[in-house]
């Protein structure tokens, strides 16, 4: 499949998967999204296999040859509201394939019914147990959109309260901002057929009720980004959220971490979810696979 026509067909999925917000019910659009992602099925002979991490049910997704002593956890997006472990299964495979190791999908607390801070306290309590569990140097972390904003927030959560932190850290398309005050949301806005000022702000309204944005957990853009784990932002360079990750990668450097923001020209919202027909979403994977492989105590 072409390039054009590739990204046509995932630009049509983001469009028209999905039923009417403003008369479907929350579990219609989760179901509606889980089934997007369920039509690419995992290779013959892949199971994951259920546990539960620091209280959290989760799958366990390994692709052929992967280690199973060395692991990365992946927070699904959905913006805390949409996403399931179940959906992003393939993902994980995928992730798990690039890396060589296994991949460890959460399936933390959503929205509207747990609101903010719940998302994040099953975060930190997942990453704290897989740590305690593996060592900090055979756990990488990352997640994209909602996810990849949860980890941010979780690591610096765990870093202050003195809790050892995974290896590495990867966020693909992360949403970092629910001021939404990147100057990307405006200047894509109406163009990023995934993300929109308008659906920030109503995915703000269902996780946060009423909190304050600019708290760092919430917006972990303006969090003190001091002492994490190397990190690798991924993100399409016409996303509403890319400067999400800009600003993100510069604190982090600017505090003396280490970040790279990698730009993949023209791609929608977390492409990596459509490596079965993108080739650019596993040229994403397996960048992330090299950064954690190199970062980790392979």
Request: hydrophobic letters at 45%; proline letters at 6%; a negative charge.
């Given at each position: 499949m072409a390039r054009t026509e590739a990204l046509e067909r995932v630009e049509h999925m983001y469009v028209n998967g999905f039923p009417d917000p403003a008369t479907a019910t929350v579990e219609d659009l989760r179901r509606a999204y889980d089934d997007l992602l369920l039509q690419f099925p995992l290779p013959a002979g892949v199971e994951p296999s259920e546990g539960v991490v620091g209280g959290i049910p989760a799958?366990?997704?390994?692709?052929?040859?992967?280690?199973?002593?060395?692991?990365?956890?992946?927070?699904?997006?959905?913006?805390?509201v949409l996403g399931s472990a179940r959906g992003f299964q393939e993902l994980g495979h995928t992730l798990s394939a690039a890396s060589g190791m296994t991949v460890v999908l959460p399936d933390y607390r959503r929205a509207p019914?747990?609101?903010?801070?719940?998302?994040?306290?099953?975060?930190?309590?997942?990453?704290?147990?897989?740590?305690?569990?593996?060592?900090?140097?055979?756990?990488?972390?990352g997640g994209d959109s909602a996810g990849g904003g949860l980890t941010l927030a979780a690591l610096t959560a765990l870093?202050?309260?003195?809790?050892?932190?995974?290896?590495?850290?990867?966020?693909?398309?992360?949403?970092?901002?629910?001021?939404?005050?990147?100057?990307?949301?405006?200047?894509?806005?109406?163009?990023?057929?995934?993300?929109?000022?308008?659906?920030?702000?109503?995915?703000?309204?269902?996780?946060?009720?009423?909190?304050?944005?600019?708290?760092?957990?919430?917006?972990p853009v303006?969090?003190?980004?001091?002492?994490?784990?190397?990190?690798?932002?991924?993100?399409?360079?016409?996303?509403?959220?890319?400067?999400?990750?800009?600003?993100?990668?510069?604190?982090?450097?600017e505090s003396g971490g280490t970040a790279t923001v990698s730009l993949y020209d023209d791609m929608v919202h977390v492409w990596p979810l459509f490596s079965s027909i993108l080739p650019e979403g596993i040229a994403a994977a397996e960048e992330a696979g090299l950064f954690v492989r190199k970062h980790l105590s392979f």
């Amino acid at each position: 499949m072409a390039r054009t026509e590739a990204l046509e067909r995932v630009e049509h999925m983001y469009v028209n998967g999905f039923p009417d917000p403003a008369t479907a019910t929350v579990e219609d659009l989760r179901r509606a999204y889980d089934d997007l992602l369920l039509q690419f099925p995992l290779p013959a002979g892949v199971e994951p296999s259920e546990g539960v991490v620091g209280g959290i049910p989760a799958l366990y997704v390994s692709a052929e040859g992967a280690a199973q002593d060395k692991v990365l956890v992946w927070f699904h997006g959905g913006g805390y509201v949409l996403g399931s472990a179940r959906g992003f299964q393939e993902l994980g495979h995928t992730l798990s394939a690039a890396s060589g190791m296994t991949v460890v999908l959460p399936d933390y607390r959503r929205a509207p019914e747990c609101k903010f801070p719940a998302a994040v306290d099953d975060g930190v309590a997942a990453i704290e147990h897989l740590v305690s569990t593996y060592g900090a140097e055979n756990v990488a972390v990352g997640g994209d959109s909602a996810g990849g904003g949860l980890t941010l927030a979780a690591l610096t959560a765990l870093r202050d309260r003195g809790a050892p932190l995974p290896a590495a850290a990867v966020f693909v398309s992360p949403l970092l901002d629910f001021t939404a005050s990147g100057a990307s949301v405006d200047l894509y806005d109406g163009k990023d057929v995934a993300v929109s000022r308008g659906s920030i702000a109503n995915l703000r309204e269902a996780y946060l009720q009423g909190h304050d944005p600019q708290d760092p957990l919430a917006s972990p853009v303006f969090a003190d980004l001091a002492g994490l784990p190397p990190a690798l932002f991924m993100v399409g360079s016409h996303e509403v959220l890319l400067d999400d990750s800009n600003r993100a990668a510069m604190s982090i450097t600017e505090s003396g971490g280490t970040a790279t923001v990698s730009l993949y020209d023209d791609m929608v919202h977390v492409w990596p979810l459509f490596s079965s027909i993108l080739p650019e979403g596993i040229a994403a994977a397996e960048e992330a696979g090299l950064f954690v492989r190199k970062h980790l105590s392979f």
